[in-house]
């Protein structure tokens, strides 16, 4: 088939996307499509509708995943695509569905084209990859890789005291476990970039090797309150003072580290927080991003140096560490597939890394597991403007479809 390479149909991956919309669409042209909401079982009962017409068999498995599966002519492990279905409040119209409607868009170029695969190929819909309505995010990927207890994970309650369990059987998408995935030849998840790399660099393809990894620490700084007007300069301990200096400190360290790294400090409190009053409580939080562990690690020596030369002065300051993941590195031969597909479609790409994350990085753990990125106009994303070009989710879904071509084969 060297030369007449099969191509997805633009038009129709356009025209779908913009149907999956419709499910929860906000008056900004966005998306609310919180799991397990009313919206999230229609667009769940739209997609087997889909799904159905073309063929394929639908199973549920007792977290609420979709699996909907083109029989192959051999009966082995499928080669798996797909993404999430649910979204943030006023989220965007891509992030997750994407990677859905691009399986979806596999199998129609398939089955159009009267192409039956070898392996057989299953598109899945992870339930409640956001945590926006049942923390936390990628809640039943977790499950399924054994990163979370299922019983736990069941009694998450939303905003009105629902639990995730309630919920799943109020939609009527809680289905067998022995459904659960377990053995796939591969799974591939095109998604959106969230960040704006691709877009700044003017690639249409991002080759994910990875998800990277990460530290959170909490900060806690204790100084004394007095009255703002009275109590003169030398004699105060002022917790935010202390605090604005050891953020100063950690950047300088931290901004020297790596230009890769990726550091925030997104929560602050200061208490009293009353204008006449000077602060005796300051709690701020240090995340840090980076592949290599190696990296994270003096990100943590940082924090340990800064603890030190902060110890013993005019306030009382500690610092906890909230959680960590490491970095997951995703299949080596699959990341090396996907760059062979882009190159053979003639798209520009780049390997990169993921600094969100997603379900694929938890899959990682049972099945061999790569990631296709396509550029995010501004890089906005979890946002009604959130976008990304046609063409560019077309050539995303090209390089899934030759993918999978090309594993067909092997
Ligand atoms: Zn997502």
Redesign the pocket.
């Known amino acids: 088939m060297e030369g007449q390479k099969l191509l997805i149909d633009g038009q129709r991956l356009r025209e779908t996307l913009e149907r999956f919309a419709d499910f929860g669409r906000t008056s900004n042209n966005g998306v609310t499509r919180l799991s397990l909401s009313e919206e999230d079982r229609q667009v769940r009962d739209y997609f087997c509708e889909c799904c159905k017409e073309l063929g394929m068999e639908i199973t549920i498995d007792d977290l609420g995943n979709i699996y909907a599966t083109l029989p192959g002519i051999e009966d082995k492990a499928p080669i798996l695509m797909g ?2 279905l649910d979204s943030v409040k006023k989220g965007g119209r891509f ?2 569905v994407l ?1 859905v409607v691009a399986g979806l868009e596999v199998v129609r170029t398939l089955v159009e084209n009267k192409v039956v695969p070898r392996l057989p190929l299953t598109i899945v819909n992870f339930t409640n ?2 945590g926006a309505r049942f923390e936390p995010s990628m809640m039943s990927s977790g499950i399924l890789s054994g990163k979370f207890d299922k019983e736990e994970m069941f009694k998450k309650t939303d905003a009105s005291g629902i639990t995730f369990g309630e919920a799943l059987r109020a939609i009527g998408y809680e289905g067998k476990q022995k459904a659960r995935l377990n053995d796939a030849r591969a799974f591939l998840e095109l ?2 970039e ?1 960040g704006p790399i691709l877009e700044q660099e003017s690639l249409s393809i991002g080759v994910v090797e990875c998800v990277v990894g990460m530290v959170c620490y909490e900060w806690e700084v204790l100084g004394e309150s007095d009255h703002a007007g009275t109590t003169p300069m030398p004699l105060r301990k002022d917790a935010l003072f202390t605090a604005v200096d050891m953020m100063m400190e950690l950047r300088n360290k931290l901004t020297k580290l790596d230009k890769e790294l990726v550091y925030t400090m997104g929560r602050v409190n200061a208490e009293p927080n009353i204008h006449t009053v000077i602060p005796d409580r300051v709690v701020f939080s240090l995340e840090a991003r980076h592949k290599d562990p190696k990296v994270i690690q003096e990100v943590e020596n940082i924090i340990a140096s800064v603890q030190e030369s902060f110890s013993g002065k005019e306030c009382e300051v500690k610092n906890r560490k909230l959680w960590g993941r490491d970095t997951v590195m995703f299949d080596e031969a699959l990341c090396g597939a996907l760059e062979k597909s882009a190159e053979s479609l003639g798209y520009s790409y780049k390997r990169m890394v993921s600094g ?1 994350g ?2 694929a990085q938890f899959i990682a753990s049972m099945v061999p597991t790569a990631m296709v990125f396509v550029p995010s106009i501004n890089g906005k ?1 979890h946002s009604e403007v959130e976008c990304t070009e046609w063409e560019d989710c077309e050539k995303g879904v090209n390089v899934l479809l030759e993918t999978v071509m090309e594993l067909q084969s092997k």
């Open positions: 993404s999430h992030d997750g990677g990859e956001e998604h959106i969230q969100a997603h379900d994303s």
